[in-house]
């Protein structure tokens, strides 16, 4: 929708087939998501990766520049001119690559907005970078975005009940009123995460100051945000009401300790899982337990979608017991919402690791596009 706004918002004007191409442009670098197809933890390792790049730009422009041409040669063959027929006017070729790389560029700026973030400068720095100002899913922006690209459609059935005459493309006003309301949007929602991101820091929780802190935006409100505070020895998430401004007000922070360095853990941070997950996370958190002989705890996570209950990281140990292996739970304090998980609902982006006694690691558990998958591992030889 944004890419058809932008498109609208005048480019239309400028050559034909703009705003197909604008639109296959702005969406085609989520086509990396067809990696899971080859692993949960595979995609989770590329997703939002070369696709998503300044470097890339140019490649996904010009991917969906080959599409909209394949997909104008078939129309005019299938009207029976043969390549050489003509179907309205001649588009601007080098134009409209221009315009596929200004779309395909929006989607960074729209994935950067929100707290999953991006890697723009790969393969020459792999950081992340996030802005954090929205959610995952923005109702308020979609619902802008589609009434600026609807309503002039029913203003045109008016206009032509009437008899009205128009001429060009109808719907640059819509476009461009709804890319402005996103972009104050983004204005007003930046200066609340600046008043959240200052009132957590000016606390201090319990005895400690914060080493850290960072703000995640919810859906619709915004003036409500999902805080984390990291201090020596813990990571601290609660709600943050910066109209007020005030960290906490209804006393629901919950607190996840930092875990003392055990072989499990060290063992679970090293796998492929790990490795990959602590890359992209901001605040890992990270669950455990021992597994008794005869038990798969990913077998029951593959069948109940995460109903096996673990424990925190430092509370491994058992005595008396001899483990057949642990599984590792880990997560990003990043989508931890407080008032989700109070009502029993956690939701969290992060996987699980399956260990056998030796520490190898047997399985991985994540959900992904395709659904939550159990990859099993060839034990080592």
Known sequence: MFGACLARAGFNRKTALATSVMVIAAEIPDLDIFLELRGPVYGFQHHRG????????????????????????????????????????????????????????????????????????????????????????????????????VLPSLFSLIHEEIGARHSGPRGRVAAVAALAAVALMWGARDYEHRRALAALDAMEYGSELPVRVSAYGTMLNIFAWNGVVETDTAFRAMPVDSLTPEVDPRRQARIFYKPAVTPPLTAAKASYLGRVFLDWADYPVFEMRQLMPGEDALDQLGRAAGAATLRPAALIQEAGTAPAGYVVRMYDLRYFDVDSALRGRRRTLGGTVQLDAELHPVAYYMGSFFGRTVQRLQPPR
């Open 50 to 149: 070369a696709t998503h790049t300044l470097l890339g730009v140019p490649f996904d422009a010009a991917a969906a520049l080959l599409i909209v041409y394949a997909a104008r040669r078939l129309r005019q063959w299938r009207r029976g001119g043969g390549a050489r027929a003509r179907s309205g006017p001649a588009p601007r070729w080098g134009l409209l690559y221009a315009l596929a790389c200004v779309a395909a560029l929006s989607h960074i700026l729209l994935d950067f907005t929100n707290s999953y973030g991006v890697r723009p400068l790969m393969p020459f720095s792999y950081g992340w970078h996030h802005w954090d100002i929205v959610a995952i899913f923005e109702p308020f922006m979609w619902a802008v975005l589609f009434l600026g690209l």
